[in-house]
Each structure stands twice: as structure tokens, then as C-alpha cells.
């Protein structure tokens, strides 16, 4: 893992084999990173799994893709959940057909490489509301 920041603007190169999700947390919980917007994400990821918001059922259903996948985007924000550092991110991912997938992402490994930016938010703190499945965010 390759960590750089510059006024703000974070860097993080994550190695292939890392569980992409649970690595970004324990860095952003390591680092006293809470909040932020993820501005640009690139490179590939395999077990992946994606959802999709069901507001009928207030759930999510969860789709799960185990070949890679060319992470085309991920985008989203880093708030406090529960007091501790929470990234939602969505991501478009294509596979070896070109066929765009995208949702939630929930998890995923990385595969070769993902490159990922992030910009800290100084003043603005961002907060999940309490709640079950859907958490809206918040801020002070």
C-alpha cells in the first residue's frame, strides 16, 4: 500500500490480494481520516459484491461477481458511523465482456491494483444518522 497526501487531497495505491473495503476502513480508523468525498477510483477488483437499494423491502439485494472486474469508477463519501470511519462508495465496474455493472459496493478484492483519491472535508463533518439499513447522512 502506497499512502500520499497533499493539501487535503489523499492518495492510496492498494496492493493486489487486499479486501479492498475492510483495508480502506482500518486505514481511514489508522489514519484519523472521518470525513470526505472519494473523488476518483481506477484499477480492478474480483469477488466483488455490489447492491441494489430495494426502498419496497428497505433492504439490499446483493449481487456477487468472483471473475475481475475493470473498476471504471468508484465514487462516494467517508462519514462517522457509529463513531468510527465509514466510506460509501458506489463503483461501475465492467467485466471481460464490457458489460457495465455498478451499486453499493460492499466488498471486493483487489486484483493488480486500485488507485484511489480522496479529498478531507476540514469543516464540514459528516454523520450517519441512527437508524437500520438506510442511514441518511448528516452533517455539522
Do not use: Q
Not at 500500500?1 to 492518495?11: A, C, R
Not at 473495503?21 to 470526505?36: A, P, S
Not at 468472483?66 to 458506489?90: Q, R, T, Y
Request: include cysteine; proline fraction near 2%; aromatic fraction near 10%.
Amino acid at each position: 500500500m502506497l499512502i500520499k497526501e497533499d493539501n487535503g487531497l489523499l492518495f492510496i495505491r492498494f496492493d493486489d490480494g487486499d479486501s479492498f473495503v475492510d483495508v480502506l476502513h482500518n486505514k481511514l480508523h489508522e489514519t484519523g481520516i472521518n470525513f470526505g468525498v472519494i473523488i476518483s477510483g481506477v484499477g480492478m477488483l474480483k469477488k466483488v459484491t455490489i447492491g441494489w437499494f430495494n426502498i419496497d423491502t428497505s433492504g439490499y439485494e446483493h449481487s456477487t461477481y468472483a471473475e475481475p472486474h475493470e473498476v471504471l469508477s468508484l465514487s462516494g463519501n467517508i462519514s462517522l458511523k457509529d463513531g468510527k470511519p465509514f466510506a460509501h462508495i458506489h463503483a461501475s465496474l465492467a467485466g471481460r465482456d464490457n458489460r457495465v455493472i455498478g451499486g453499493h459496493l460492499f466488498s471486493g478484492t483487489v486484483c493488480n491494483t486500485i488507485e484511489l483519491f480522496i479529498l478531507k472535508s476540514k469543516s464540514i463533518e459528516l454523520l450517519r444518522k441512527a437508524g437500520d439499513t438506510f442511514r441518511p447522512l448528516d452533517y455539522k
